[in-house]
């Protein structure tokens, strides 16, 4: 039986140790998917030394079983979707559209929130590395990937904690790399595998954003 982890904080560090080969490169960079994978990716940015950010992407959840994601949305207008979810639970355009105008409008809220001021993290050209809590469909990672060829990554890494099989097997065919820590044999849910799971919120995302501004990765000490 896989151990679980005290919190996200714990779970960064451990999959930080499996990235040490990226530590101290000036053509990466880590981005962490709100606002739960912000925790995990801050802790992998300062142990590689790299600079962090955000990455937005909001799930898009079948109407009346919200926690089943049906697809996705992610910055500058890239959506995938979990076509056999879809087929399923025999979501119409109508309903689908209506779903994704929602999530958008809350996508472009955290986009204000998070960005507080700073100005975004150059990816073009750079290796990214995609950071969540975990994997259940794997919807929100795909987005992210999409939007961070989008945007010119020129290598997509996805780095999480845990993950279903079935999701790391198909983002393996999307991203360049994939590191899940741990597939439990036992999948039920992401929160299942920390002791600690409460939500995060937006003002913590942006206190970890602006810890990590603080640490510039050029300095031992942000290791």
Do not use: N
Not at 105 to 113: C, F, G, P, T, Y
Request: aromatic share 4%.
């Amino acid at each position: 039986m896989d151990e679980v982890f005290r919190d996200r904080r714990e779970a960064g560090v451990q999959v930080a140790s499996l990235l040490a080969g990226y530590r101290g490169r000036r053509d990466v960079v880590v981005l962490g998917l709100p606002r739960g994978g912000v925790p995990v990716a801050f802790d992998i940015a300062k142990a590689l030394a790299v600079p962090l950010d955000v990455m937005v992407v909001r799930k898009l959840g079948v109407p009346g079983y919200e926690e089943l994601a049906m697809g996705a949305i992610a910055t500058g207008g890239v959506r995938v979707l979990h076509e056999e979810v879809v087929r399923q639970a025999g979501i119409t355009p109508d309903m689908l559209a209506a779903v994704s105008a929602r999530e958008q409008q809350e996508l472009a809220r955290r986009e204000r929130v998070f960005a507080g001021g700073r100005p975004e993290v150059e990816i073009r050209g750079r290796t990214v590395i995609l950071v969540d809590d975990g994997l259940a469909t794997g919807s929100t990672m795909r987005a992210a990937v999409a939007a961070a060829r989008q945007r010119g990554a020129a290598r997509v890494i996805v780095a999480v904690p845990v993950a279903s099989a079935e999701a790391c097997d198909e983002l393996r065919a999307e991203a360049d790399e994939v590191i899940c820590a741990r597939t439990p044999a036992l999948f039920f849910g992401v929160g299942q595998w920390y002791e600690r799971f409460e939500q995060t919120t937006d003002e913590e995302v942006r206190r970890l954003l602006a810890d990590a501004a603080a640490l510039p990765p050029w300095k031992e000490d942000a290791a």
